[in-house]
């Protein structure tokens, strides 16, 4: 049968823990005893400074040499377009206004000036074969002239 006391209660568990504290305080006393008669070592901390000598200052000469600027070259191309106004037909008079009599028109059928299907010229020089305006020349700087 177990036993149901409460901890505290039993004796067994009494005398194991006095057993323990008369033998733990017999090795402390004789640590204590043994320790006192040992010599304790002394510490001492000696510093010492020394100077030396400063060094000399010395003068530093810097010599900085200016570029000479090189000229910047720049091109820029320029594109025409191959025609940028419409040409109306007139009754055969070629004074005035608006195109040639020459037949230099983007509407008249083999005399173009532009790839055969392009739809637009690009800013770039470029042409465009887009089906629709929406997206022609998008990733060269726009359209300059559109064909159709």
């Given amino acids: 049968m177990p036993d149901i006391r409460p901890l505290h209660k039993r004796k067994r568990v009494w005398a194991g823990g006095f057993a323990l504290f008369v033998i733990g305080a017999t090795i402390a006393g004789a640590g204590s005893s043994e320790a006192s008669s040992k010599p304790s070592p002394t510490v001492t901390v000696t510093a010492t400074a020394t100077q030396t000598a400063a ?3 010395t003068v530093t000469v810097a010599v900085t040499e200016t570029a000479t600027p090189h000229p910047t070259v720049t091109v820029t191309k320029t594109v025409t377009p191959a025609s940028t106004t419409t040409h109306r037909s007139s009754s055969g008079s070629s004074g005035g206004g608006g ?9 008249s059928a083999g005399a173009t000036s532009h790839p055969a299907g392009a739809t637009a010229l690009c800013n770039d020089g470029t042409y465009s074969y887009a089906a629709h305006h929406q997206g022609a020349c998008s990733h060269h700087g726009g359209v300059a002239v559109f064909f159709r």
């Fill in 55 to 57: 060094p000399a200052p």
């Fill in 99 to 107: 195109g040639s009599s020459s037949g230099g028109s983007s509407d």
